[in-house]
Structures are given as C-alpha cells and as structure tokens.
C-alpha cells in the first residue's frame, strides 16, 4: 500500500487569484457583450467573432487560475511526487528528480523540479510571496527535500556502480 504523506496547497495564493479571477471573468463578460454588440451593429463577423474569441479566452484563463489555486495540489507519495493540475495528475518517481529549487516567478516564491532528463515543472505548491516568504514555505521545502533525500538516496547509490 502506498503511503500518503505531506500535501501542499497554495493557500497563500488564494486572496489574490479571486481577485484576479473577478477581473478576468468581468473582461471576459464585457468582450462577449462587446463583439455582440459590434456584430448588431456593423454585421461583421469576423469582428465579432475576434470579440468573442477574446472573451472566451479571457474567462477560460480566469476560470483556470482559479480551479489551479483551489484544487491543485502537489503530494509526497512513496511512489513520486505527485503533482495534480487541471489536466490530471503527474506521479515523477523520486529517482527521476535532480533538483527542487525555490524560485522567483512573478510575484510569488515557487518550486521548480528539474528531472534528470533535463525537464523542469514548476510546482502547484509550496508557493508564497516573494516580497515576505512565509515560514510556512520554509518548512514545506524541508519537508520536500527531506521526503526526497529518503526516498531517492537507494537509487542514487545504485546508479554510482
């Protein structure tokens, strides 16, 4: 049986995603009624499908952010980590991660893992301001390395030989 252990959330990023999401969607709301009323008005479609188009596009980014931040989620697992988007969930085994570094992205402290094909993926959580990074991330990050360092060292051992 799998053992389920430390799952992170991106919490922190909550308060700001809502009103990011607020403004997308009313961006989004205010294109459509524009290409709406621009095709009414002119009967040109190209127009207003460019309108909608945008505004689509403007609530599918908002809608996404959101479900991300509310749902998204990266957990220790025995078998990997496992890091679930809206695109379903991703299990890397432990022995195909080569770094977990925090980093800058925007205006939040993220954690990128790079695997040892070279490929990266930012991770859903931990995640924090990067102006005033909570303890909390610290701790995360601990937790991290240390749930990798165990479940790792076996194969990094086998693999000097």
């Given at each position: 049986?799998?053992?389920?252990?430390?799952?992170?959330?991106?919490?922190?990023?909550?308060?700001?995603?809502?009103?990011?999401?607020?403004?997308?969607?009313?961006?989004?709301?205010?294109?459509?009624?524009?290409?709406?009323?621009?095709g009414?008005?002119t009967?040109?479609?190209p127009?207003?499908?460019?309108?909608?188009?945008?505004?689509?596009?403007f609530?599918?980014?908002?809608?996404?952010?959101?479900?991300l931040?509310?749902?998204?989620?990266?957990?220790?697992?025995?078998?990997?980590?496992?890091?679930?988007?809206?695109?379903?969930?991703?299990?890397?085994?432990?022995a195909?991660?080569?770094?977990?570094?925090?980093?800058?992205?925007?205006?939040?402290?993220?954690?990128?893992?790079?695997?040892?094909?070279g490929?990266?993926?930012?991770?859903?959580?931990?995640?924090?301001?990067?102006?005033?990074p909570?303890?909390?991330?610290?701790?995360e990050?601990?937790?991290?390395?240390?749930?990798?360092?165990?479940?790792?060292?076996?194969?990094?051992?086998?693999?000097?030989?």
């Amino acid at each position: 049986m799998q053992q389920v252990g430390a799952r992170f959330r991106a919490d922190e990023a909550r308060r700001g995603t809502a009103w990011a999401t607020g403004l997308m969607s009313v961006a989004g709301v205010v294109q459509i009624a524009a290409g709406l009323v621009e095709g009414a008005l002119t009967s040109s479609v190209p127009l207003m499908g460019m309108y909608l188009v945008c505004g689509l596009m403007f609530l599918g980014i908002g809608w996404y952010a959101w479900w991300l931040v509310h749902h998204g989620y990266t957990e220790a697992t025995d078998a990997g980590l496992l890091v679930c988007r809206a695109g379903g969930p991703t299990v890397v085994p432990w022995a195909e991660i080569a770094e977990l570094r925090p980093i800058h992205r925007g205006r939040y402290l993220r954690v990128r893992m790079r695997r040892t094909n070279g490929r990266a993926l930012l991770l859903v959580a931990p995640l924090t301001r990067g102006s005033r990074p909570s303890p909390r991330f610290v701790a995360e990050m601990r937790s991290l390395h240390a749930w990798w360092y165990a479940r790792s060292a076996g194969a990094r051992q086998g693999s000097n030989h």
